[in-house]
Nanobody, 120 residues
């Protein structure tokens, strides 16, 4: 059993910053990649940022230069530093982990989601 626990969402004014955290726990053999997705009301879930075990990253064009993803391998934790937030960043943010629970058992797991609201 694997759990992803997210924290750090909330209400922030435009131009402000937030830092999201997601910790993976349970039967983990190897984490291949972790990432953040978001879903705004009436829209599809979209990739925000992703980081592999080797440290390679990719970002949605809409957040490049404003958001930074990082990870602490020892803690099985991924972070998303969000700066210069805009109202259009308002969404529920979901943590995702691509991991192995055994040598051959590779699965994707999702967190419960954390609300980020950017409003004055």
């Amino acid at each position: 059993q694997v759990q992803l626990v997210e924290s750090g969402g909330g209400l922030v004014q435009p131009g402000g910053s937030l830092r999201l955290s997601c910790a993976a726990s349970g039967t983990i053999f190897r984490i291949n990649a972790m990432g953040w997705y978001r879903q705004a009301p009436g829209k599809q879930r979209e990739l925000v940022a992703r980081i592999t075990s080797g440290g390679s990253t990719n970002y949605a064009d809409s957040v490049k230069g404003r958001f930074t993803i990082s990870r602490d391998n020892a803690k099985n934790t991924v972070y998303l530093q969000m700066n210069s937030l805009k109202p259009e960043d308002t969404a529920v943010y979901y943590c995702n982990a691509d991991l192995n629970v055994s040598e051959r058992g590779r699965y994707a797991y999702w967190g419960q989601g954390t609300q980020v609201t950017v409003s004055s």
